[in-house]
């Protein structure tokens, strides 16, 4: 395929990043994949991708003092191990990429669905995430254990974003607004870039160690993505985020249903 073509994906996926601030993952693997792109590549490509492209988000949070370390790495306590023991569980139990495939479209089907899932009912979790621990049992028992419930959500993230490339990024935020109500929504989102950054790194790297990234890919990408990231941002203002996300929401889900039954 031409490379033009790419670098208008990248673009377009730029653009709708700084739109709606919804992590390229869940809108680069499914677009590469249609282009017919295989699911190895294109999730190792697209991990890298997201590592180098929300590396200058973290830095602008960390400068605006938006990153809570400690949350981080909790968070990285349970990601970091479990994504290099994905690794070597694709790398070892299995004798080629195709061998695996399967695995990760299942993956990358169920976390779009959780993406989807947590842009739709945002609201809601934003609710859950204001309830008082007086009003809410549930919340209090959250609020006692959540070092705990942290690692182990980390955990999580660490298999699941390695197998799909999706969900470091709006599926982390749904899980920190579960887990930490005294934080502020922009301590929330800054947190979970820095902690995206790391994974998606380790686990970028390992599928580069496997063969899954291709470099030429990823560069034209890069290219048509960051100009558009820019604009993008700087037009979100504009936009009616409570229409845009549901929507995106919505298609992230019919898309899941797609990978996980194909």
Known sequence: ?????????????????????????????????????PPQTAIGTDLLYASITKAGGAAVHQKKRNINWRVVLLLAAGSIPFSFATVMALKFWFEDSNDYKAILTTALGFMLLMTGLSLVFKKR??????ASPRSNQFRAYINQHSTFFTVLMGTLLGVL?????VG????GVMILLALYPKFAT???IGTDVAHAVML???AGLGHLSMGNVDLHLLALLLIG?????????HLSSSMPEKIIQPILGC?????????MLA
């Open 186 to 188: 922009i301590e929330i």
């Open 200 to 202: 998606t790194l380790v």
């Open 1 to 37: 395929m031409n490379d033009v073509v790419f670098v208008l994906a990248g673009a377009l996926v730029g653009f709708c990043v700084g739109l709606t601030g919804v992590g390229g993952g869940s809108l680069m693997t499914p677009l590469l994949l249609m282009m017919g792109i």
């Open 168 to 171: 470091a990024g709006a599926f």
């Open 225 to 233: 993505s960051l100009p558009a990231i820019f604009v993008g941002t």
């Open 251 to 259: 298609t992230l889900m019919a898309l899941s249903f797609k990978f």
């Open 125 to 130: 979790l934003q609710a859950f995430h204001d």
């Open 161 to 165: 974003v390695t197998l799909s490339s």
